[in-house]
């Protein structure tokens, strides 16, 4: 009996260590961003449920992850478009593997009314915060040319999105371009919303990005993550002021404050089956002719007009892999 027991503790020290590896996704967020689900799911329980240990890595920003991504310090990451395309181009071997939401006004151009903005064409001449080479720079840009101006006749502020209140209420810029809750804030200092991703004709949102490895070698922990996501989802549709309190909770809002954020943000969370068609990631095998791989392949451009990257990528397909949620769509119909 006591050699048995010696096998057996024996066994265990060296079998768990690489199952709990095997069963362990480590995963980027952004603490300045919102992520309903995200937060959702870890505190329900839902990715216990599925028999995996989601561990959580903060960064204060997408291209923040893209480091530790190359490294392989995590697995997978929430972030936008803007640091996907920019790894991507740089050779990372990550791709996306589904939206985590599509935006429609949560990037705002904002301006201070005692500054004598009303519009658009208010911004000549005054100082406005964006952070370059992201989202909000390309929203400033959009609406700078859709007003007949250019980056120059302005004084742009490079700041990152928590800085911007603080800046604008000090009245160190008179305008800026960001997303909730920041955004938010300097509304609720007297800032008046000029322009939004809707109204300057673009679109936005949050990519799940993960290392092409994960999908490759660690397939089975990646479908629970997804299992677990899909469960989010539906419980989001169902009940979504129980889901949403988890996240205001985290950013220290009332119920109230976070549903008007929310209201504010006019966000969609796409199902997968939504991912699959032409207006999200594509059916598979055409997912070149995308909204979001054309809207893509429009930041790439923009990122090497801006300097932020050498070149645009010449094969642009392996950026999204959708097998891992048409996967679990099929085993849901018993395929």
């Keep these: 009996m006591r050699i048995f027991?010696?096998?057996l503790t024996l066994f265990s020290i060296l079998v768990s260590p690489a199952s709990a590896q095997q069963k362990q996704l480590r995963v980027g967020y952004q603490t300045g961003e919102i992520n309903v689900l995200l937060t959702y799911a870890v505190n329900a329980g839902l990715f216990e449920k599925q028999k995996i240990e989601v561990k959580l890595v903060p960064f204060p920003a997408g291209p923040a992850m893209l480091p530790a991504l190359a490294s392989k310090e995590i697995d997978m990451a929430w972030m936008g478009e803007f640091p996907s395309v920019t790894g991507y181009a740089n050779g990372m071997p990550i791709e996306i593997l589904m939206m985590e939401r599509l935006d429609y006004t949560n990037i705002r151009v904002i301006g201070n009314p005692t500054s004598g903005i009303s519009n658009v064409a208010d911004l000549k001449g005054k100082k406005v915060g964006a952070s370059v080479g992201s989202s909000s720079h390309y929203h400033l840009l959009r609406a700078l040319t859709q007003a007949g101006f250019k980056q120059s006749d302005i004084t742009m502020v490079n700041l990152a999105p928590s800085t911007m209140p603080p800046a604008y209420m000090a009245g160190q810029i008179d305008a800026a371009v960001t997303w909730e809750p920041n955004v938010g804030l300097m509304e609720k200092a007297g800032?008046?919303?000029?322009a939004t991703t809707r109204s300057l004709g673009m679109i936005?949102?949050?990519?799940?990005?993960g290392q092409q490895e994960l999908s490759r070698k660690n397939g089975e922990v990646l479908q629970s993550f997804l299992r677990a996501w899909r469960q989010a989802q539906r419980d989001y549709i169902a009940n979504p002021k129980t889901i949403r309190q988890y996240e205001a909770k985290r950013i220290g809002q009332s119920p109230e404050e976070f549903d008007a954020l929310i209201a504010r943000q006019s966000a969609s969370n796409p199902s997968f089956e939504e991912q699959l068609t032409a207006d999200f990631m594509g059916a598979p095998g055409?997912?070149?002719?995308s909204r979001i791989m054309k809207h893509l392949q429009g930041i790439g451009a923009f990122l090497v007009s801006e300097q932020r990257i050498?070149?645009?990528p010449k094969d642009w397909i392996p950026l999204f892999n959708t097998a891992p949620i048409q996967k679990i769509i099929a085993s849901e119909k018993g395929k």
Excluded: C, N
């Design 191 to 194: 800032a008046r919303s000029i």
């Design 310 to 312: 050498k070149e645009a």
């Design 286 to 289: 055409k997912e070149l002719d």
């Design 5 to 7: 027991l010696l096998l």
């Design 204 to 209: 936005t949102g949050g990519v799940w990005v």
